[in-house]
């Protein structure tokens, strides 16, 4: 078993450009340190695991982030795609396959604004399929969040007046809250924060899992007709953090949620930005 290490460029028959087959991590670097690196390492083995091929190993992927700035507050971004690699016939994967390592790396400023302001999102006309076998996992197959963010950009272009939105909640068939279109969501009632149950569909962030482990948030389920009862909501990942929010639109960009601006969010994002590096 060989991996090709970091490539610069991609041949026509990789699999994870021809059939999305394969799985990427978008990890947040400080001071040349991946933050939330184990949970990160252990979704990227588990979706190799699900997707049936070997994970590089840890020594190939550590190597992703040797060359980034060490100096303490450098902030960096890495890519790391895990293709299946080459060969296979049609759908048919090959029976050994070499996985492809493909790392890019960028400096990074994150959206502190949207820490303290109040944010608006759009709920995305798109519904989620569900696909257990692949819920969780960030595997490459990624057109549902990338049509519901051209709609959203679709969206913000048509306004002629207030704020723009920063995001699309994602539902399944069922009106189901899931995620946002890039983002984890969650919602604070009786006096805890919840975070959708991905069983179905929907990816599972690292932060997201850190945030489980430390007991700060717990799964549950919301539908659209719920959300009355939720006092606060908010977004959060591995590399912007948590983004609280007070308006949640429909489809038809009518108020669907509004809660008036509360410290309610704020142990969660002092909990969530300690993880990442943000709050000393």
Known sequence: MTFSGTDTSIPMDD????????????????????????????????????????????????????????????????????????????????????????????????????????????????RLGHQPLLAGIKHLNRLENVLARQELMHANAARHHGSEYVEGILSDSNGTLIEATAMNVCWYEKGKWFTPALTSCGVAGTLRAALMTA???TESSLTLLELAKVEAFCLLNSVQGVWPVYTI???CSKPLWVAQPSPLHLSLQKAAHCLLGYEE
């Open 15 to 126: 699999r994870g450009l021809a059939y999305g087959d394969g799985l990427f991590e978008t990890i947040l670097v400080r001071g040349g340190v991946p933050t939330l690196w184990q949970h990160h390492l252990s979704r990227l083995r588990r979706g190799c695991e699900v997707l049936g091929f070997p994970c590089p190993s840890l020594t190939s992927l550590e190597a992703a982030f040797s060359s980034l700035k060490t100096s303490p507050n450098a902030l960096n971004v890495v890519k790391l795609i895990v293709t299946r690699g080459s060969g296979g016939r049609g759908y048919l994967p090959p029976i050994e396959p070499q996985p492809r390592l493909l790392v890019r790396h960028f400096d990074f400023i994150p959206q502190q604004d949207r820490w303290e302001v109040v944010n608006r999102v759009r709920l995305s006309p798109l």
């Open 215 to 217: 007991g700060i948030l």
């Open 249 to 251: 639109d429909d489809e």
